[in-house]
């Protein structure tokens, strides 16, 4: 005859009821995991491309004229913060996110130097340019250490960086940062007028402004 006790320990009926209670939360937790670094790492990378749509369109952009060189406008600028932000899409840069647009020019006082000859930027995120601000002049590059960049002689390279307040799925303290940043740089590709129209420019010289735009300073 078996006892209670005896076949109480031989039954394995809910052994499997115990194995999935005591499994399921790390099964959970790793799916969670997995889910918020792959959003963050899905995020990261649409910040880096339009960092680097915003340096590629703004070394094309210029209104050409059969007496002039190119000449990059406000109005111009503003279209292409514009079309980032429809670009970011959910992202929402206007309200969680800032570009800086930096034009990165031979310094003409200082042989072999480089300023910032003009800067501008959108979106709602307070967030300084960790570079340089419009303005600054004997630079001996621009960017972080490792991948500085330079303008060619009568040239200028069109430099951006991106802040983005990353918005977790689960939890922050899955991801390495909250700020997702990333920076992007392109030599503008044809003869600009980097002169401007100190006429109807705002916020210094170096880009046009006939139309009476509202410029998209860095205040």
Not at 166 to 181: D, F, G, M, N, W
Request: charged share 15%.
């Amino acid at each position: 005859m078996i006892k209670p006790l005896d076949r109480l320990a031989c039954c394995e009926s809910g052994l499997a009821a115990v194995e999935f209670a005591l499994t399921a939360p790390i099964i959970l937790g790793m799916f969670l995991s997995g889910a918020e670094v792959t959003n963050f790492a899905i995020t990261k990378m649409r910040v880096s491309q339009i960092a680097l749509h915003v340096a590629d369109n703004s070394a094309r952009i210029g209104t050409n004229s059969l007496l002039t060189s190119p000449q990059i406008t406000e109005t111009q600028i503003n279209d292409l913060f514009i079309g980032a932000n429809l670009q970011g899409g959910t992202l929402n840069l206007a309200a969680k996110g800032r570009v800086i647009l930096s034009s990165l020019e031979p310094d003409p006082n200082n042989a072999g130097k480089y300023r910032i000859h003009w800067q501008r930027c959108y979106g709602g995120k307070a967030y300084p340019s960790s570079y340089g601000v419009q303005g600054d002049v004997n630079k001996p590059n621009m960017g972080p250490t490792g991948q500085t960049v330079t303008a060619p002689a009568g040239g200028g390279v069109m430099f951006v960086e991106v802040a983005y307040d990353y918005q977790p799925l689960i939890s922050a303290r899955l991801v390495p940062t909250t700020v997702i940043k990333d920076i992007a740089a392109m030599t503008v590709r044809d003869d600009r007028d980097f002169n401007g129209d100190d006429t109807h420019t705002t916020g210094g010289s170096g880009v046009h402004n006939t139309e009476g735009a509202t410029a998209a300073l860095c205040d």
